[in-house]
């Protein structure tokens, strides 16, 4: 045991001299070589190879960081139009977002590079994107949309011959019968995997095949199947050199001993995984071995050597700032002492494995909702309070450049003052006495010398002010282009988010006479409208339109917008849900879920108002969280108000119930969608701050209601602009407007 203690300790020197410091010398040397190529205005092709090796350097030690690589890098192939490259990166953005649980917007980055595909004809790549979309419906229990998925790749990897793409397919329906519970099919499919991966001769795919084999064993508690495929599998693994892999299976065979309390079978798997993970730098699966480890050691009584595992796994964990980890770690502790009586200190860890347990989620949403905002307003600022200090550097350079010049010309005339008047005296005494000449000549050549010096030594403080000032002028076009590139992300966020928006010719396709005035505050908005129309069982269609308003504005309100947008269209096109107070229930709970607010304080969310229209009916259906719906019928005013609840958050002991409302629209009807951002707006009434409040909105709303909605959107436009007069915007702006009457209906 002591042997095996000290391979262990040894292990974890070299990994602390090695391991981290060789990933950061790379990932800074890269940053190095992409800041120098991009203020040489490089080729574009070679700044998003450098940013996707930045990506894959950081995907797992840093996703946050990651995912902003690829933010440029996607941008920078925008530019150049390479449709293949826009693909790509937005699937690494979907692998990043699938990797940190953000479902639905994993989703829609493999939806968009799934259509690219599509639309230039990459067979392959569309089948491997429909494999990615079905392991995403997978892992949020969607099984029928998953099988959907998978059926659809697998009819193109047939029609191309693609015995690799089909050995993945087969692979994935066996997850999906493991989810039924059906480890003999799923067995069956794996198998059919295996053969056709015999076929291609592929080892490593074929170790693949053993080591899930092994998993389903291991997971249906047959450990001694389980270890035979994963013998197997390292087997296969050895052949191609799949290291990583090699490790992964060791990390499974300690695993399985674990479980049969065969401690030294278990800890001799998984000093063998330690081994791999610190030689490739595998931080996270290190800190885990560390915990395994520790954990044999607590079983076995060696609480001495418990203690220096958990102490070394607490280290790393803190290193790689894994909140989860950490709390592992802390929890360990907590048992170790607790074995050895030391309650004190028990109780002691396991408050900090509580309060752990409690940041948590705070800590996740906080990383999702603040990383762009963070990277991006920090780094302009950053770069605005170094453009002032170049500013004031160039101007300090100004001012004494001036006063040399200054200096010069005073000198220049004290100095001919000094030879006039020296002319002037030795003229008057040149008559008395020659040696007096001579001597007040040498005093002459002296001080015209001394004259000659100071000049040019104020020609050459000119030419260091001159240097100076060219090298200020570098930095500071330096500067502009770092702003630049900033402003450009932001800029191109928000073009995302506009595309992201329906357009109104596809909204007036079938509701024509409708308007939407949306005005962010900032470049990004939190208000967004959803649109959409689908058939029910009875093939009848139905239109849905919502104006949503996030918690926030600016980026952080984008954000949530583009979670909101993709839980809409999950709930509406694939859980074919169609009823607005329904649609606000599963989105608060979709809310609720990806933000993890059961465990945390967090209480981020939305308003929002939706309507259901059903022309063949004549009726439509609104539901509201906190806003209402307007209406105007038979020249009247109808106000219908949302329920007292936002989407997200919870409310302790109470059930929240979005009600739903059933509107005659058999008669011509204009109703209008909107968030708060119109009558929240200050503005001066005599000589008074104020809002403009809801009721006169409404009561502006009504004055000219028959006019077309075009005139409309345009009143409501200058008249937000006269209110707020000198006053800047307060929040973001959303006001949707629709009428209905037969001709509408009937279309």
């Known amino acids: 045991m002591k042997k095996s203690l000290l391979i262990i300790f040894f292990l974890f020197f070299l990994y602390s001299l090695t391991g981290f410091a060789q990933h950061n010398i790379k990932v800074d040397s890269l940053n190095k070589v992409y ?89 392959s790549e569309t089948a491997y994107g429909y494999l990615k979309i079905g392991e995403t419906y997978l892992i949020q229990k969607l099984e029928k949309n998953a099988k959907t998925s998978f059926e659809k790749a697998q009819i193109m990897f047939e029609k191309i011959n693609d ?43 074929i170790g693949l095949s053993f080591e899930k084999i092994g998993n389903i064993h291991l997971l249906f508690e047959r450990y001694d199947e389980a270890v035979i495929f994963y013998k197997k599998a390292v087997k296969k ?92 770690s802390f929890k360990l502790y907590a048992g170790i002492f607790a074995e050895q009586k030391k309650f004190k200190l028990a109780y002691k860890y396991m408050e900090y494995y509580s309060r752990m347990q409690d940041s948590i989620a705070i800590e996740k949403q906080n990383n999702q909702s603040t990383e762009l905002q963070v990277n991006l307003a920090t780094q302009k600022k950053e770069q605005e309070i170094v ?111 506009r595309a992201m928006l ?3 010719a596809e909204i007036r396709e079938k509701l024509p006479e409708t308007f939407v005035m949306l005005s962010p505050r900032e470049a990004v908005s939190g208000d967004f409208i959803w649109y959409g129309t689908t058939l029910t069982g009875n093939n009848e269609e139905k239109i849905i339109i919502a104006a949503v308003d996030c918690t926030g504005h600016g980026v952080p309100g984008a954000f949530m917008s583009m979670i909101g947008d993709a839980y809409l269209n999950q709930i509406v096109y694939q859980q074919k849900i169609t009823t607005p107070d329904r649609i606000l ?50 020249d009247k005013m109808n106000v219908i108000k949302g329920s007292n609840y936002s989407i997200g958050g919870i409310i302790r002991g109470k059930k929240r119930v979005f009600d739903k409302h ?15 951002g119109f009558q929240d707006q200050f503005g001066l009434v005599d000589n008074k701050t104020r809002k403009y409040m809801a009721r006169f909105f409404r009561q502006f709303i009504f004055k000219m209601y028959k006019s077309p909605v075009e005139e409309q959107a345009e009143a409501l436009a200058v008249e937000f602009d006269r209110w707020r007069g000198k006053y800047s915007q307060m929040d973001d702006l959303l006001i949707i407007g629709v009428k209905l009457d037969c001709k509408t209906l009937n279309s």
């Open 387 to 497: 453009f002032l200090e170049k500013e004031q550097e160039i101007d300090r350079a100004k001012i004494e450049k001036n006063e040399a010049r200054k200096k010069t010309m005073t000198i220049g005339i004290v100095s001919l003052f000094v030879v006039l008047g020296f002319v002037l005296f030795f003229g008057y005494y040149f008559y008395k006495t020659n040696k007096k000449t001579k001597k007040a000549n040498l005093m002459l050549i002296e001080k015209n010398n001394e004259i000659i010096r100071q000049k040019n030594e104020i020609e050459n403080k000119k030419n260091e002010i001159e240097k100076a000032n060219v090298a200020i002028t570098k930095h500071r076009d330096e500067i502009e282009k770092k702003n630049s590139k900033i402003t450009a992300s932001i800029n191109y966020a928000s073009r995302i988010q």
């Open 163 to 205: 015995k690799k793409g089909l050995s993945f397919v087969l692979d994935e329906y066996a997850e999906l019968l493991v989810t039924k519970f059906n480890d003999e099919d799923a067995l069956d499919s794996l198998k059919k995997s295996l053969l056709l991966r015999e076929k291609i001769n592929n080892n490593e795919l």
């Open 502 to 504: 329906p357009k109104i």
């Open 35 to 123: 800041e120098k190529h991009l203020f040489s205005n490089g080729d574009d092709t070679i700044t998003v190879r450098i940013l996707r090796e930045l990506y894959e350097e950081t995907k797992f030690s840093d996703p946050f960081g990651a995912v902003q690589y690829a933010a440029i890098a996607l941008q920078i192939y925008h530019e150049l139009n390479d449709k293949h490259g826009i693909a790509m990166m937005n699937r690494l953005l979907g692998d990043n977002y699938f990797y940190r649980g953000i479902y639905p917007i994993a989703m829609d980055s493999y939806t968009k590079s799934l259509g690219i595909f599509n639309s230039i004809n990459d067979t």
């Open 237 to 328: 693994y050895k052949l191609s050199k799949s290291t990583l892999k090699i490790a992964e299976i060791y990390y499974n065979l300690g695993n399985v001993f674990l479980e049969n309390k065969n401690y030294k079978k278990a800890e001799d798997n998984y000093i063998r995984a330690l081994m791999i993970f610190v030689g490739e730098r595998i931080a996270l699966r290190t800190a885990e071995t560390q915990i395994k480890l520790s954990t044999i050691s607590l079983e076995e009584k060696d609480f001495k050597k418990a203690l220096q595992l958990v102490e070394k796994s607490l280290a790393t964990s803190k290193a790689l700032n894994n909140a989860t980890l950490t709390a592992e």
């Open 662 to 676: 059933t509107i005659d629209i058999s008669k011509p009807t204009i109703f209008y969608l909107y968030s708060d």
């Open 585 to 634: 229930d599963e989105l608060h709970e979709g809310i609720k879920t990806s933000l993890q607010q059961d465990r945390s304080s967090n209480t981020d969310g939305m308003d929002a108002s939706i309507c259901v229209i059903d022309k063949k009916k004549q009726k439509m259906e609104f539901a509201g969280a906190k806003h209402p719906l307007f209406y105007i019928q038979d």
